[in-house]
């Protein structure tokens, strides 16, 4: 089991900054590849950036390139989620997510999730 806690959400205005953390425990976090996933309001859980085990590979969707940047630290078994010029409609809860390697964007293919974190983005 990799247990994840995500921290750092809160309530930010409109062009603001927060950064997200998600600390992993239980196992080789230096194995995983981690991903943060959000969910806004009546809407499906959508892929936001994912980072190989390595730190090596990073991926983003396309609505947040050039504004979050994930990166991890393995000494001390976190992956960070970086969020600059945040707009209302990102208002959401954040969830962190780990796999074996490979890093994906795809949601199935996570087998560890936190119990996620509110970010709330006012105008």
């Known amino acids: 089991q990799l247990q994840l806690v995500e921290s750092g959400g809160g309530l930010v205005q409109a062009g603001g900054s927060l950064r997200l953390s998600c600390a992993a425990s239980g196992r080789t976090f230096s194995s995983y590849a981690m991903g943060w996933f959000r969910q806004a309001p009546g809407k499906e859980r959508e892929f936001v950036a994912a980072?190989?085990?390595?730190?090596?590979?990073?991926y983003y969707a396309d609505s947040v390139k050039g504004r979050f940047t994930i990166s991890r630290d393995n000494a001390k078994n976190t992956v960070y989620l970086q969020m600059n010029s945040l707009k209302p409609e990102e208002t959401a809860v954040y969830y962190c997510?780990?796999?074996?390697?490979?890093?994906?964007?795809?949601?199935?293919?996570?087998?560890?999730w936190g119990q996620g974190t509110q970010v709330t983005v006012s105008s």
């Open positions: 980072i190989s085990w390595s730190g090596g590979n990073t």
């Open positions: 997510a780990g796999r074996p390697f490979t890093a994906t964007i795809t949601e199935d293919e996570y087998d560890y």
